[in-house]
């Protein structure tokens, strides 16, 4: 009887289908993964084999479930199918595993029962069959339901990111705009100065960030263009920009002399806004009173554009998600969380790197680092 052969050599099947799993390129069979798999199949089948040679044909249906699959609600193969499917989706694996790994056992059943000479009955290979049917249908079907429903989530949380950034760009750049206007009617300024400049900016990249939005949505977004400009001029244009900011907050902000030979390659709207939302954070965080320093120098081949401010220094458990979405580490919960989040993803893009030196007991650094570029060969 094919129930007696399967209790008798339990072991031996079970081993034989790890064997044959650990063959396969990067699959390696764990009790943890088994779990759902393999022995609580093979206890299931003999049950349901006992069941029929009884005559128990309700208790077989209700142990795996008639053929062509489980018409109203899963059998006890198809729960722990089901299980073990949505198992090898969590472990990475593919859906080709889930089918590989009831053949695995269908082909150790058979290849013992030769070594052994234990013939089976007609009857009992199609019991064999159809369990072995209804165990890969649900586990199958599971396996593919969680990985929609995973895929689903993996959309909508990249499209809630992405509307989050839209709106923590627009913010900033209106944000710079509303300053800059209150500047001109505070100092009855001339809209052709500095400030007027400023505002002219912000309202550019409120245009510039519309249009890539729009671009974007209609599946037509490009690369962004990159430009070869003056690093003097650049952190000329970010510290106009954040003197509104610096003063709105009662921040000192030096910004030390740049080397006027110096120039970098990016998209300078990008890096402008990288650079702004170091600042913005550094301003935010940086204790009352306390200074803020922007400087940019070149480092051998690379160009460095530091912001460095007098927050107290970062709790180093809380250093490697600064750069998250969504993540705040003062106790200033103002805004998004998304500002270094931005800047991080703006120069990876034009190829650069942006890190962050704790300064224990003083503040931090955030250093974007770029190729550098020589102005004479423009």
Do not use: W
Request: proline share 3%; aromatic share 4%; hydrophobic share 40%.
């Amino acid at each position: 009887m094919m129930h007696t052969f399967l209790a008798n050599n339990r072991d031996e099947l079970i081993a034989r289908c790890k064997a044959k799993v650990a063959q396969r390129p990067y699959r390696q069979a764990t009790e943890e993964q088994l779990k759902n798999g393999v022995p609580l199949f093979l206890e299931q089948l003999r049950r349901t084999l006992q069941a029929e040679e009884a005559d128990e044909d309700a208790e077989s249906l209700k142990i795996s479930g008639g053929s062509g699959g489980d018409s109203l609600s899963l059998s006890e193969v198809g729960v722990s199918a089901a299980a073990h499917g949505k198992q090898l989706l969590e472990l990475g694996f593919s859906i080709n595993q889930v089918v590989h790994d009831y053949g695995d056992l269908c082909q150790a059943i058979t290849e013992l029962a030769f070594d052994r000479d234990a013939p089976f009955a007609i009857p009992e290979f199609r019991t064999l069959n159809r369990c072995l049917d209804n165990a890969i249908a649900d586990a199958v079907t599971k396996f593919s339901e969680e990985r929609d429903i995973s895929i689903s989530s993996r959309q909508h949380a990249a499209e809630h990111e992405r509307a989050a950034f839209l709106a923590h760009e627009l913010r900033n750049h209106l944000s710079t705009a509303i300053l800059s206007v209150a500047a001109l009617e505070q100092g009855s300024l001339s809209i052709s100065g500095a400030t007027g400049a400023v505002l002219k900016r912000s309202l550019a990249s409120l245009k510039s960030l519309i249009d890539r939005s729009l671009a974007d949505v209609s599946e037509q977004h490009r690369a962004l263009p990159a430009e070869t400009f003056s690093l003097a001029s650049f952190i000329a244009d970010a510290q106009h920009a954040s003197d509104l900011d610096a003063k709105a907050r009662g921040c000192p902000f030096v910004v030390t002399p740049v080397d006027p030979a110096l120039a970098i390659r990016a998209n300078r709207g990008l890096m402008l806004g990288a650079v702004s939302n170091l600042l913005q954070n550094a301003f935010k965080y940086t204790h009352a009173h306390t200074q803020v320093t922007l400087r940019a120098h070149a480092s051998g081949k690379r160009v460095l554009i530091d912001v460095e401010d007098c927050c107290g220094g970062l709790d180093p458990q809380t250093v490697d998600d600064l750069f998250k979405p969504f993540v705040q580490a003062g106790p200033d919960r103002t805004g998004l969380g998304l500002g270094l989040s931005i800047a991080r993803k703006s120069v990876e893009s034009d190829g650069g790197t942006l890190t962050v030196k704790n300064l224990p007991n003083k503040g931090c650094v955030f250093s974007i680092d770029l190729p550098l570029h020589d102005l004479d060969r423009l």
